[in-house]
Nanobody
Framework: QVQLVESGGGLVQAGGSLRLSCAAS????????MGWFRQAPGKEREFVAR????????YIIDSVKGRFTISRDNAKNTIYLGMNSLRPEDTALYYC???????????????WGQGTQVTVSS
């Protein structure tokens, strides 16, 4: 099993920055691909980015590429989502997740954190 705990969300003005953290634990967490998702009120959960623990292979959706960066610190068992030039449309509950495959579909991810709220004011 895998346990995931997100942190780092908050309220920022448009153009500001935040860095989200997701601490992973459990005996098998390193076998999973790690992803970041977000869900705004009334909208479906959206894939944002993913990364592997060992090779650090990453993928980020085009709509946030250049503003968001996914990274990991293996020594801390933590992945990060760096967010710059934030926009009001980035407002959402952000989740980290772990899944066995290199996919973007939420249903393919097995473990989820509780989420951390990101609110961007105009």
């Amino acid at each position: 099993q895998v346990q995931l705990v997100e942190s780092g969300g908050g309220l920022v003005q448009a153009g500001g920055s935040l860095r989200l953290s997701c601490a992973a634990s459990g005996r098998t967490f390193s076998r999973y691909v790690m992803g970041w998702f977000r869900q705004a009120p009334g909208k479906e959960r959206e894939f944002v980015a993913r990364i592997t623990w060992n090779g650090g292979t990453t993928y980020i959706i085009d709509s946030v590429k250049g503003r968001f960066t996914i990274s990991r610190d293996n020594a801390k068992n933590t992945i990060y989502l760096g967010m710059n030039s934030l926009r009001p449309e980035d407002t959402a509950l952000y989740y980290c997740a772990a899944g066995p495959n290199w996919t973007t579909a939420p249903r393919t991810y097995t473990y989820w954190g509780q989420g951390t709220q990101v609110t961007v004011s105009s």
